[in-house]
T-cell receptor, first 115, second 113 residues
Framework: GAGVSQSPSNKVTEKGKDVELRCDPISGHTALYWYRQSLGQGLEFLIYFQGNSAPDKSGLPSDRFSAERTGGSVSTLTIQRTQQEDSAVYLC?????????????FGPGTRLTVT | AQSVTQLDSQVPVFEEAPVELRCNYSSSVSVYLFWYVQYPNQGLQLLLKYLSGSTLVKGINGFEAEFNKSQTSFHLRKPSVHISDTAEYFCAVNTNQGGKLIFGQGTELSVKP
């Protein structure tokens, strides 16, 4: 079946602009995660959603970052007033359920470049 | 809190040689351990995981890892590497609460002919 998809694959934006990154998880997966991969920081957790529970936002680096998940499926990560340090690859993952026994399947990522 | 340390940022090796990629973790609670591989310009793919049971875990592409609780290590090994194994490898931990993975900084494996 289809894996996790993300769009766009690449995004170049000017400093100060807002961007939206989209993630389509595997159908039927109740848990959805966002991570960021950057040269200086490696792979960092940002936020995750599990069913109808309140999301765990503990990894969001500032209040410029927000995410939502509509209808328990598609998720959008929004970065407001982008800064150059936001340049990174943003990875989305989904799993059947929350829990370490459930494999997280990763999408190909969105490469964000802030100029 | 949990943390993961991958001791080598880069590992060059010749084709058909054995390789070990080192991973140590720190945690005050029981953890579950994972190795992911990232090929150039691709997403992360699970190689193997340790949840419980036998401490020697076999994964895809001939890789295996051994969980050593006393050493807090989970080193990844392959007895004979191929050019196609060239990639970045990430060690990660999770807890029985699930949720976020905590990743190491990654090890770039470069297999040369």
């Amino acid at each position: 079946g289809a894996g996790v998809s993300q769009s766009p694959s690449n995004k170049v934006t000017e400093k100060g602009k807002d961007v939206e990154l989209r993630c389509d998880p595997i159908s039927g997966h109740t848990a959805l995660y966002w991570y960021r991969q950057s040269l200086g920081q490696g792979l960092e957790f940002l936020i995750y959603f599990q069913g109808n529970s309140a999301p765990d936002k503990s990894g969001l680096p500032s209040d410029r970052f927000s995410a939502e998940r509509t209808g328990g499926s598609v998720s959008t990560l929004t970065i407001q007033r982008t800064q150059q340090e936001d340049s990174a690859v943003y990875l989305c993952a989904s799993s059947l359920e929350r829990g370490a026994a459930y494999e997280q399947y990763f999408g190909p990522g969105t490469r964000l470049t802030v100029t | 809190a949990q943390s993961v340390t991958q001791l080598d940022s880069q590992v060059p090796v010749f084709e058909e040689a054995p390789v070990e990629l080192r991973c140590n973790y720190s945690s005050s609670v029981s953890v579950y351990l994972f190795w992911y591989v990232q090929y150039p310009n691709q997403g992360l793919q699970l190689l193997l995981k340790y949840l419980s049971g036998s401490t020697l875990v076999k994964g895809i592409n001939g890789f295996e890892a051994e969980f050593n609780k006393s050493q807090t290590s989970f080193h990844l090994r392959k007895p004979s590497v191929h050019i196609s194994d060239t990639a970045e490898y990430f060690c990660a931990v999770n807890t029985n609460q699930g949720g976020k993975l905590i990743f190491g900084q990654g090890t770039e494996l470069s297999v040369k002919p």
